[in-house]
């Protein structure tokens, strides 16, 4: 177990807590109805920090995690899957007392907290989706590309090369913000290995080309904050559109020039639309056109 902290700048302490086959990292600030966090493929919950204070000044205890394998949680013998990150959430959740919260996640982080969500609806109050993955199916051929060109060893020896080309896939804005998770990006501790990340990504990456959140859309009962950057390269807005049709009780939030990473290119508007979802005032923040909101139906 890696016992390594944050670089110097990050604002919070990592917290542990033993879950049934290992040790969860994570950050707890502020006091207040719960938010829990978690991070996008291989990412961790540094991710969240520029958000992370300004909800806890709205009266919010907010919690981020490192999914196993990623970040300074432990690493699993078993396969790192969609059903296991969602039981990962769920447990860290019963280990810090969490019994109703919303739960929040980014990119594959999203797959994972809405399949959890659909677990324990009835300790999900709301949820936020952020760039989220599982909403598209990608076809055979990507079925089958996925798994013959996403071996360990191959990502391995890939991943040092292809991180300035996934950064410049994933950020559209240009500002403090993103200059500051590139340089952090780049100068990332040693913790995970590549080895590990490279591991995660090939269990994982299966699990995100399928559309597990869309084809299960009418099951969620709790509010859903849908929040997307209209310019995200990885997955296009159209599908969160897709999905805010299907849902029964949605707010869609679409970010103007912004990529995939929201909560990094426009903490400011992220912070201030979940604040504002999870107190159920909900104000329009945008143009009328860009927010979709429509009431729950009828029982």
């Not at 904050?225 to 296009?236: H, I, N």
Request: glycine share 6%.
């Amino acid at each position: 177990m890696h016992k390594a902290q944050r670089r110097s700048s990050f604002p919070f302490s990592t917290k542990r807590v033993r879950i049934r086959d290992g040790e969860v990292a994570y950050f707890d600030c502020g006091e207040g109805s719960p938010i829990l966090f978690v991070h996008g493929l291989v990412g961790d919950f540094t991710h969240f920090e520029h958000i992370a204070s300004r909800l806890a000044s709205t009266g919010h205890r907010v919690v981020a995690m490192d999914l196993p394998g990623c970040g300074a949680s432990h690493k699993k013998r078993r396969r790192y899957d969609l059903e296991g990150y969602a039981k990962d959430v769920l447990d860290v959740m019963d280990a810090l007392g969490l019994d109703r919260l919303t739960l929040a996640g980014h990119s594959a982080g999203g797959a994972v907290v809405a399949e959890a969500a659909l677990r324990a609806q009835h300790r999900v109050d709301s949820l936020v989706l952020i760039s989220s993955a599982g909403l598209r199916s990608y076809g055979s051929a990507a079925h089958v590309a996925v798994k013959t060109f996403l071996r360990p060893w191959v990502l391995e020896r890939s991943l040092e090369h292809l991180a300035m080309p996934l950064l410049d896939l994933v950020l559209v804005e240009r500002n403090a913000y993103t200059q500051k998770f590139v340089r952090d990006a780049l100068d990332r501790p040693k913790f995970p290995t590549l080895r590990e990340m490279a591991r995660v990504m090939s269990d994982f990456v299966p699990d995100l080309v399928r559309p597990t959140v869309l084809d299960r859309a009418e099951a969620f009962s709790m509010p859903v904050l849908v929040v997307w950057g209209d310019a995200d390269k990885l997955v296009p807005p159209q599908s969160a559109s897709q999905l805010s049709q299907r849902l029964p009780d949605v707010t869609l939030r679409l970010l103007s020039s912004c990529g995939h990473m929201p909560m990094i290119e426009r903490p400011e508007t992220v912070a201030r639309e979940i604040a504002a979802f999870v107190s159920g005032a909900r104000p329009g923040l945008a143009r009328p056109q860009d927010v979709h909101r429509r009431a729950p139906r009828a029982a």
